[in-house]
């Protein structure tokens, strides 16, 4: 057998695609886990307003007695979209045009709740007979710093504000976190299908019709045949766009390990 022979051997080529196989995965695998992501929304909900009109009269909000003008319920949804676990994870909250009063957080899917960091417990801590100066008051309204023990791929943590505007506009509530090799971004609410962005399934859902029409145009003779499924595809076409891209992300899970 020569050597052309033996490299077109059926067992010679599984052999070689096996090994590719296993060297695409771990240099797939070595690329995904370098990079890091987290992403996060807020959504901010009006709760009351102060104010006087001529016609349906004043209207006076308060907060544990002390005057709000501009009371919001504000939300925020952190998430780990990165392939890898993170461990003591701190996360900064901090805001410049409202002022933060009571929280809750959670883990989401999880009774656990996230606890401020001793620096930032150092910072706003009143002795015994004390009041608390203007630097920690400024600190404790202005921002929040939390320490996630355990923040697995995939996770979400939940954290939640009562909070009084300083004007009439909605509140900025942020996060940061500098930790090495993940990029934290502020991502708009987008409508999901599938637990994945409408917008992307329809566009994957799409591409995927153009290269399915074209066998049928050669399969289906009966024009109005071929316009009644390509509208019937068009109207549900995020559907197939969104098991297409959940079956990208199992494999990718699968790569990650």
Do not use: C
Request: aromatic share 10%.
């Amino acid at each position: 057998m020569d050597i052309i022979e033996l490299l077109k051997s059926e067992y010679i080529s599984a052999i070689f695609g096996g090994v590719g196989g296993v060297i695409t995965a771990w240099l797939s695998h070595r690329l995904v886990s370098r990079r890091g992501i987290f992403s996060y929304f807020v959504n901010h909900n009006r709760v009351g307003i102060t104010t006087q009109d001529s016609v349906f009269g004043n209207v006076a909000v308060t907060w544990n007695n002390e005057p709000a003008k501009h009371l919001f319920f504000s939300t925020i949804e952190l998430k780990n979209d990165s392939l890898n676990d993170y461990e003591n994870v701190v996360i900064n909250a901090y805001t410049s045009n409202t002022l933060l009063l009571t929280e809750f957080t959670q883990i989401v899917d999880s009774p656990t709740t996230l606890h401020p960091t001793e620096r930032y417990l150092e910072k706003i801590k009143v002795n015994a007979g004390q009041t608390p100066t203007d630097t920690q008051r400024i600190t404790f309204h202005g921002q929040r710093e939390y320490i996630i023990p355990v923040f697995n791929r995939g996770q979400k943590v939940k954290i939640q504000y009562l909070n009084s505007a300083s004007s009439d506009e909605v509140p900025s509530i942020w996060l940061s976190a500098l930790i090495k090799g993940v990029r934290l971004k502020f991502q708009v609410p987008r409508p999901h299908i599938l637990g994945i962005p409408r917008s992307s399934a329809a566009i994957v859902g799409a591409i995927i019709g153009l290269i399915g029409l074209i066998p049928l145009v050669s399969l289906v003779t009966n024009p109005w045949l071929l316009a009644m499924a390509t509208l019937v595809y068009g109207y549900l076409v995020v559907i197939p766009g969104a098991y297409f891209l959940i079956s990208i992300r199992k494999v990718r899970e699968l790569i990650g390990g």
